[in-house]
């Protein structure tokens, strides 16, 4: 782009030279990034397809026999995994927008002083390690613990176990815990997307709305949530994509029934070495994923989502 | 026109949206390559298909050994696995330091030996020194790596100590004539259980494990195929000595059974200890020295040994293809081998050693940990003991294969 700015204004001027520069020092700089990626994204890629498609195993080699119907195989033994973590990686992403948007607000617009302090808060579990982080939610939800206790008391696990959450009166090794912990974990992924979106908000828009009589629900459905649109999107891209290939959070918090894909991917490719299931597994995982995004990226841009 | 101004996409979102588009477009580009046969180029050969024959050993698998001219041995093992005192340091490493003028590298990064494997495969897989001379594995690792040829054999010269090896660990079927490995510590597989979860009833058996309601939705088995499955198969009357695929898949169909009934909250690695203590967990499958850690703290958990038969795992030093210090490593593996230094780390990490005299050492030093039957058993118990035989690469894979279904089904 600037080799072109530059040989219009300058169309006396020798040709040759800073065009050269020009064409160079783009290449130049996005040469590290570009290497990062063909060695640590490119390849990988290259060489999980092969691993995919391949026979074998580790006593005698794999060799690559175009198996495509290992994906097909794939899908037929994992597909309730597959959906399961679907189905907790969007009720997660749904959580941390119904607890991430008011928070981005309330930062953004009424805390003040405070701003500084809240926004390193909503941080600071990254400075705990995402194993260490998991494991406080076993004490956290521990059946002897104040919050199960509270649930019992107000007949919230009943609640939850009538909506099949639960299994029995306990809130950890369930389909709840799995999705808390997942909501714990990549709230702040959610916030601060939304933070800077909604910090950026003209608040004399709010006021401009109220002159023209809207209510507060209309305020907000017209005025604010389109403009923070932008911010939801990318909050919950960022949220959903890692949140679909965790297996922390069902390992430690879940109980057998709650088996997501990237526990599956684990135990094929270390446990059972089979590598070429593991890597059509990861595979699909990675299709599905960009398919879903691709789809909702396109929705929202074109206001359908609005 | 819309009244309302389409939102203006940020720098972030736009960022995400090229993102995905890189990848579509590196997917697409990928189906180009395909084609081209660019795939072909990364099958790996494996072992038996160069080595002719039986997996023996790599015909270079030694390198040159660096022992005398650098005064150093690299070691991994287990965490919380060796002696440490009030600040955080090694004793018994100090002493060998003292003692030979070797340094140890000490690295606690081994924390699964299936997730150890996967670090370290592709590096003698290549034939590539892994930059460490020693490890603790088990047993079926141990078999898993000497049948792969990625270990060296033993120099028996340079350990004269082993005189001391506990006489019924010298020959064990995942590595007949102890050619290639030497057991660090031994542990039991067994129940353990906390009274306050139970409602104070006792868990004496797997088949109460796997069946009482009282139990329900609060039992843990191990990840480790052969101590889950393992217990079941004692229970049945199998030995674990010779089990078929038949029992394998008899036995596993029992805990399956158990997953689909709702008995089991889940599988787990070394975290069961936790919520044992805490009673979220009521009863699971343990190993002994964590068991005997945590009473320490929790006196009331309980903890049955099998009647009929007691699984048994060892984790086992052994030295890898290409290791730059051999020499220090059997000097390292030399010294633990002395009764007083094991006694050291016994007392410390409460697992069962496999010195004999490393008893005789602790009841002058520390006559409670001496005492303990689960650390010094009798030889009652030890006449239980079973180890699971060596699997062929077929039965590994699909024994692995039918346990995985049940885990992760």
Redesign the interface.
Known sequence: MAALTQAAVGAEAPVSRPRRRGGLVPLVLLAPALLW?VVF??VP???L???S??T?????????TWNFAVYAEAMARYWP?FLRSMVYAASATLGTLVLGYPLAWFIAHRSGRWKNVLLVLVVAPFFTNFLIRT?AW??IL???GPVTGFFRATGLTAVLQAMGLT??D?L??SQFAVICGLVYNFLPFMVL?LY??LERLDVRLLDAAGDLYANGWQTFW?VIW??????V??GT??TFIPAAGDYINS??L???QT?MIG??ID????????YPIAAALSFIL??AI?VL??GY?RAA?T?EL? | MSDRQPPEPSPFTTAIVRGALTRRTALTGLAGLAATGLLAACGSPGRNASASGSASQAPKAAATDLSEADKLVNWSNWPEYIDVDAKGKHPSIDGFTKATGIKVNYNEDYNDNDEFFAKVRPLLDAGQDTGRDTWVSTDWMVARLIRLGYVQKLDYGNIPNLTNLEPSLKDVPFDPGRVYSLPWQIGFVGIAYNPKATGGRKVTSVDQLLHDPALKGKVTMLTEMRDTVGLVLIEQGKNLANVTADDFTAALAVVQAAKDAGQLKGFTGNEYTKPLASGDTAACVAWTGDVVQLRADNPQLGYTLGEKGIPMFSDNFVIPNFAKHKLNAEKLINYYYDPKVMAEVTDYVNYISPVAGAKDELVKKDPQVASNELIFPSQEVLAKTQTFRALTAEEETSFNRQFQAVVTG
């Open positions: 990626l994204f490119v890629t290259i060489s397809a092969s691993q498609l391949q074998g195993d580790i006593d005698n080699g794999f060799t690559l995994q494991l076993q004490i521990t059946d002897n299994d029995n306990s950890l090794g997307p800077t979106i017209r389109p403009l923070s649109l932008p911010g999107v990318s891209l960022l390992r430690l879940g109980n057998t088996v526990q599956v135990a094929q490719f270390l446990r059972v070495l089979d990675m299709a960009i995004v691709a990226v841009g206001e609005v």
